[in-house]
């Protein structure tokens, strides 16, 4: 074996969300890693645990979990911030010990219109993710979008095939800062 091999080259990386995470095409990036992706367009938070019951996971994988805004979408913008941390901090104590790392994929802001016309709640929601995924010695938060965001702060075109869901320019940002953090 290399000296300069890394110690995670053997372990799986695990994808699990929504779309966003169903895009993520990690056979793509990460050359000679065998790379499971479980996500299911539309899923939720809690739909998660149910995706990685289908994976056979070992100690010491990684798991990658990009899924929360298909919850915004599905209420009202003040009444399920709550929820989304309820759900990320049980979905985290159930698998924080079966993963050697877990990261957490921020939210992306959204060119979609909501009821109340706003998105301003997803920054909150990811600054409170950040003290979450403090608690955890193994998780980390995935903070990619300044690389996805224009100077005035919304979200790059160039990076997007519909103002959400990422086009090449875009998984290339997100995968380079995911492989920063893999290793």
């Known amino acids: 074996m290399l000296l300069s091999c890394d110690s995670y080259v053997d372990k799986k990386i695990i994808i699990a969300g ?7 095409y990690a056979d793509d990036y990460m050359f000679g890693r065998v790379c499971e992706n479980v996500a299911v367009n539309g899923s939720l938070i809690q739909d998660v645990k149910k995706q990685l019951s289908r994976v056979q996971s070992n100690e010491g994988d990684i798991l990658v979990v990009w ?3 298909n919850n915004f979408f599905r209420c009202q913008a003040d009444s399920c911030v709550e929820e989304i941390f ?3 901090k049980g979905l985290l104590n159930e698998c924080a010990t079966q993963y050697g790392k877990i990261i957490i994929v921020e939210l ?3 060119i979609a219109d909501f009821e109340d016309g706003t998105v301003d709640v997803i920054p909150l929601i990811n600054d409170r993710l950040k003290l979450i995924v403090a608690e955890y010695e193994n998780v980390y938060l995935l903070e990619h979008n300044n690389a996805l ?3 005035d702060g919304s ?5 997007t095939t519909d103002g959400l869901h990422l ?12 492989r ?4």
């Open 67 to 69: 899924s929360g805004i």
């Open 149 to 151: 965001f224009n100077e």
């Open 86 to 88: 309820v759900l990320y």
């Open 167 to 178: 086009n090449e320019n875009g998984n290339d940002l997100v995968w380079k800062e995911l």
């Open 155 to 159: 979200l790059n075109g160039n990076t």
């Open 18 to 24: 929504d779309s966003m995470a169903y895009h993520l």
């Open 108 to 110: 992306l802001p959204t």
């Open 180 to 183: 920063r953090l893999i290793y």
